[in-house]
């Protein structure tokens, strides 16, 4: 299962794959039956999620919604710290995620917005570098392992802070390595190299511990939240969360 899944997100195009995967994972499901883990996004429950990864993560993927680690903790950060599911608030996403889009396009009291360059999921192609809404429009901005793949993070992250309102907030989340700062080199263009240097095919950086720094040259105030460390561990394991993920959330 770990090499099939590792194989299929390595070298099958990810527009293809937001199409076609929620079938394939339901049928997985069949052999995941049980309840030693529930989805915070979508509540189903099985035995253990499905691996993910390129170097295939055990219990990350839920079958159903296709939610990873991350993206269950930011539903229940945003449903717990923020006003995101009660407020009237006007929302950006960008390179929306299949576990997420549905359920924010049904939050009746949000305008919510999904944009990316090439996803077919999307409802406005965009491109971040140039984002096509006027300054001070959003309250919103979520955009999640994006950056890593863009030219210019922080041109990308200026535009974020020119269309988010004062007192808004982005939610900026990318893979953080264990070096201190971000690697980069422009000349490195293959799929191949780049994969070896940056630890994917279409990543152009890899980012290290001065990912909040590097990000704040944007304008954007960073804050390096540690939610996850302030829930009990029972609910970390049952949820399969990351226990070391930082939420990094830019305000403006």
């Known amino acids: 299962m770990k090499t099939l899944i590792s194989f299929l997100i390595r070298y099958i195009p990810r527009p293809f794959l937001q199409r076609v995967a929620g079938v394939g994972t339901k049928i997985l499901s069949l052999g995941y039956r049980g309840t030693a883990v529930t989805c915070t996004i979508c509540g189903s ?3 253990k999620f499905l691996p993910y990864g390129r170097k295939a993560r055990e219990n990350a993927l839920c079958p159903h919604c296709l939610s990873l680690e991350r993206h269950r903790l930011m539903w229940l950060y945003l449903k717990q710290e923020t006003s995101f599911f009660t407020a009237p608030l006007r929302v950006l996403h960008v390179a929306p995620e299949h576990c997420f889009i549905h359920r924010f ?6 305008t919510y917005i ?3 360059l090439e996803s077919p999921l999307a409802q406005v192609k965009m491109d971040i570098h140039a984002i096509p809404f006027p300054e001070n429009h959003f309250d919103v901005v979520i955009c999640n392992h994006v950056l890593e793949h863009v030219e210019d993070d922080i041109l990308a992250c200026r535009e974020i802070h020119r269309v988010l309102k004062p ?6 989340q990318s893979p ?14 293959s799929p191949e190299e780049r994969e070896r240097h940056f630890g994917q ?11 909040a720094a590097r990000l704040s040259r944007s304008g954007l105030k960073m804050e390096e939240n540690d939610f996850v460390q302030r829930l009990p561990q029972e609910m970390v394991k049952r949820h399969g969360l990351s226990p070391q993920e930082i939420l990094f959330i830019g305000r403006k």
Do not use: M
Not at 105 to 110: G, M
Not at 167 to 172: D, I, K, N
């Open 105 to 110: 396009e049904k939050l009746p009291q949000l």
């Open 176 to 189: 953080v390595y264990a070096i201190e700062n971000t690697y980069e080199d422009a000349s490195i263009s």
């Open 201 to 211: 095919r279409d990543h152009v950086r890899k980012y290290g511990q001065d990912y």
């Open 114 to 116: 999904s944009g990316d």
């Open 45 to 47: 429950s099985y035995r």
């Open 167 to 172: 007192g808004g907030w982005s939610l900026l």
